[in-house]
């Protein structure tokens, strides 16, 4: 399974740092550890970055790589962070022709970020899916649980506005 | 003691329609009547008819309400609870026959069932161990650990013939007898709860519906095999199932039925719950155990078995949740009350799921030997809207499709072996003649190429040259060469592989391959999918002589390939529409607007 890895620079807090000490302190003597440790620092965090991985392979005592290699492995660990807002692009045929391509671009331009990333100040991620069955509203996005559809490029600012706190 | 009492489904299905809500309102109605120290409500685990949800059922009458609407609350507290009628309109129908109503267990879905497995889901709240005690449970683990010997529990559970649930079906007695045999310091008992099949939820039911009969089951198992120590590897999708039987393990310490000297003898044995993070290939036995060690889930060669080296290099016995559930009835019952359920060789019954084009999708248990056209027709109530009988999937990606004359075959272990499928873990998926079957194999494909580990060559590998085959033949772009190809590739992937995984990957395209050759040579040869799924091989065109010029399908098409030509057929007003087929993109979605049916596909 490919993952993307987040060029976010990291943000966490001292007070979550504490938490993942805790969790670090709670397992360290469980054998097997990585997998708890790392299930509940995605809890904490959101998802893991890699500054997340070497807390913990320092915590556990474990070499990065082997970190690394499991958060890799599971789907469910996620190294890129979601937005507050994520936006899926539908790239399904009807759409792609009808030009989702030009939304997804001008999205991109728009936030700054290409597909499977998230803004800095976290509000918005940026996905490229497949198919959603929406193909009679073509080209479609959704924003968390919004659907819009029958889009051209230029009404992307507008739709945007309305999500930026 | 309470008049009544009101059964309320709090399994995935129906949580996910709100029967917690129903709950809420239940309690709340029945305290504004001033009724709640004459009726309890209890959340039990699954009912197994997960189509008709959120399921209601009122004891002592045994009145089944389902798809029940939280408005329909107040109506059932005031006539059914308060006045003592039972309110017909919100029955399930199979239930009202005439002026009479009908037990549950008289409806199709329930009469050719026997529930072993499942005999708790549904009947007691799985968060009170006090309803399991009092349906005998811990029973079995009282007898194990006062009156019998470590050898006479593995002979009972040889002797009962039960075989593994998770899918190959190895004995479970024969796989604890070789744990027993090698001495260590510590040995440990591991329950498979990563169920990864899509379309499967058999584990899940038991998890959420009978949590203690999993514990009891794997203490009886640390018993047999001398192992003080379990671990529960479950995934992390199932929140409802992991909260249950973590609340159990809690309660069955509090009552000293885990933790040390348990029932005042010496015997100490503890279970522990470990989260799966969402990987297929964990549900393998070895990679389960390297995942409990909190590594990459990668499968191990065999041998050294893990009878022998298992879970942290110590012996270790890994068995299904399906297995386990069985266990304490067969202690207190018998082995031989087990033998006299099923087939020659494989006894007692298997819990399905299923699910796909059939009527009842939910949960089901049947003894083994039952036949498909029994699970289909009878309790699953056959295919909705008239369609016909194309195939059932069984074992998911690692299984195979049985096609329409091997419905009257009796299921059990070998049979299914030898028609090209295999049990699995119990997902039945049921497709009609809308199921192309191209498109199911590389449907399975593409989930195991993104489930392959990566670890040995002929899974990674092979896998993805399997699907980029399969994936050219539903474009049209196949060959006949390329259909010998693939089945060579095939069994070159089953006899390569590390694990089961890959062992098994190519089993939905040869069975494909071996039942619906025909489809694939349409495929390949006349570029057809008369399935109508393969989008690259569909063709959509208006029959212009139906069509009333009404232009709404041209209004919808996304790419302006719906067009007005110059034709008005006879006794229309306007002129027919006509699509241009090198435009249209095939999205299907001209196809409802039409209210003439003039728009076909093909």
């Known amino acids: 399974m490919l993952k993307k890895i987040s060029s976010i620079p990291f943000a966490g807090t001292p007070e979550q740092e504490a938490e993942l000490k805790k969790v670090i302190a709670k397992h360290i003597d469980d054998p097997g550890a990585v997998m708890p440790v790392l299930q509940e620092a995605q809890g904490i965090y959101g998802y893991l970055p890699i500054e997340v991985q070497t807390m913990i392979a320092e915590g556990l005592n474990v070499p990065l790589e082997e970190v690394y290699g499991v958060s890799t492995f599971y789907s469910q660990f996620a190294l890129s962070p979601k937005g507050k807002y994520n936006i899926s692009v539908c790239m399904g045929t009807a759409c792609y022709v009808k030009g989702s391509g030009d939304v997804l671009n001008k999205l991109s331009e728009e936030l700054g970020i290409e597909a499977e990333e998230c803004t800095l100040d976290g509000q918005f991620s940026l996905t490229a899916c497949r198919c959603i069955g929406a193909c009679g509203l073509a080209p479609v996005i959704t924003i968390n649980d919004d659907v819009y559809g029958r889009l051209t490029a230029d009404m992307i600012p507008d739709i945007l506005a309305k999500y930026k706190d | ?602």
């Open chain 2, 1 to 602: 003691m309470y008049r009544s009492n009101v059964l309320v489904c709090g399994g995935t299905g129906c949580t996910s329609s709100d029967s917690l809500k129903i709950v809420e309102k239940l309690k709340e109605e029945i305290a504004a009547r001033g009724l709640e120290k004459e009726v309890n409500v209890i959340t039990t685990g699954c009912f197994g008819l997960c189509a008709l949800g959120p399921i209601v059922v009122i004891y002592p009458e045994g009145s089944f309400y389902s798809m029940v609407n939280i408005d329909d609350i107040p109506e059932i507290v005031e006539e059914h609870l308060l006045k003592g009628r039972i309110v017909t309109r919100l029955l399930y129908q199979e239930t009202v026959e005439e002026d009479t109503i009908k037990s549950l267990n008289d409806t199709a879905f329930y009469s050719k069932q026997m529930r072993i497995a499942l005999r708790n889901c549904g009947v007691i709240d799985p968060e009170k161990i006090d309803e399991y005690i009092a349906m005998d449970g811990y029973a079995a683990l009282g007898k194990v650990l006062t009156e019998m010997t470590p050898e006479s529990v593995i002979e009972t559970i040889l002797n009962s013939g039960l075989r593994g649930r998770g899918g190959a079906g190895f004995p479970t007695g024969l796989k604890w007898k070789f744990a027993a045999a090698n001495d260590a310091d510590q040995k440990y008992v591991c329950c498979n709860a990563d169920e990864g099949d899509p379309g499967a939820f058999m584990d899940r039911s038991i998890l959420e519906g009978d949590p203690h009969a999993l514990l009891e089951a794997m203490a009886i198992a640390g018993y047999a095999i001398g192992a003080t120590k379990g671990y529960v590897y479950v995934r992390a999708e199932y929140p409802i199932a992991v909260n249950r039987l973590q609340i159990a393990i809690d309660q069955a310490h509090e009552y000293g039925l885990l933790g040390d000297n348990i029932f005042g003898t010496d015997f100490c044995f503890d279970v522990q719950l470990r989260l799966g993070a969402g990987a297929f290939v964990c549900g393998e036995e070895t990679s389960l155990m390297t995942s409990i060690e909190g590594k990459r889930g990668e499968p191990r060669p065999r041998p050294p078995f893990p009878a022998v080296k298992g879970l942290y290099k110590k012996p270790t016995i890994l068995n299904n949740v399906e297995t386990y559930a069985n266990i304490p009835r067969i202690i207190l019952l018998g082995a031989d009350w087990f033998q006299g359920i099923g087939t020659e060789k494989s006894k007692g019954t298997k819990v399905f799921a299923l699910g796909g084009k059939i009527e009842h999708t939910g949960l089901v248990e049947v003894p083994m030997g039952t036949t498909l056209r029994t699970i289909v027709e009878e309790i699953g109530g056959g295919i909705p809207n008239g369609k016909k009988f194309k195939a059932a999937q069984t074992g998911g990606p690692s299984g195979g499709c049985i096609p329409p004359q091997h419905l009257d075959i009796p299921i059990d272990y070998d049979n299914l072996l030898e028609i090209g499928s295999m049990m699995g873990s119990g997902g039945l998926i049921v497709m009609d003649e809308t199921t192309c079957m191209v498109d199911i194999a590389k449907f399975f494909l593409e989930f195991t190429v993104d489930e392959s580990c990566g670890k040995c060559t002929p899974c990674r590998i092979g896998t993805k040259r399997l699907l980029e085959m399969l994936d050219k033949i539903t474009k049209g772009q196949g060959t006949l060469e390329m259909l010998d190809e693939m089945e060579d590739l095939c069994h070159y992937i089953k006899a390569n592989s590390l694990c089961g995984l890959g062992q098994t990957a190519p089993n939905p395209v040869l069975s494909t391959l071996n039942y619906f050759r025909d489809e694939y040579v349409q495929h390949v040869v006349d570029k057809k999918c008369v399935a109508g799924v393969c989008k690259d091989l569909l063709e959509f065109s208006i029959i212009k002589d139906k069509c009333f010029g009404c232009s709404m399908c041209a209004r919808q098409c996304p790419a302006d390939a719906i067009k007005v030509t110059d034709y008005t057929a006879p006794g229309k007003k306007k002129p027919a529409y006509e699509i241009d087929t090198t435009k249209c993109v095939k999205c299907g979605a001209c196809l409802p607007t039409c209210k003439f049916g003039a728009i076909v596909k093909g």
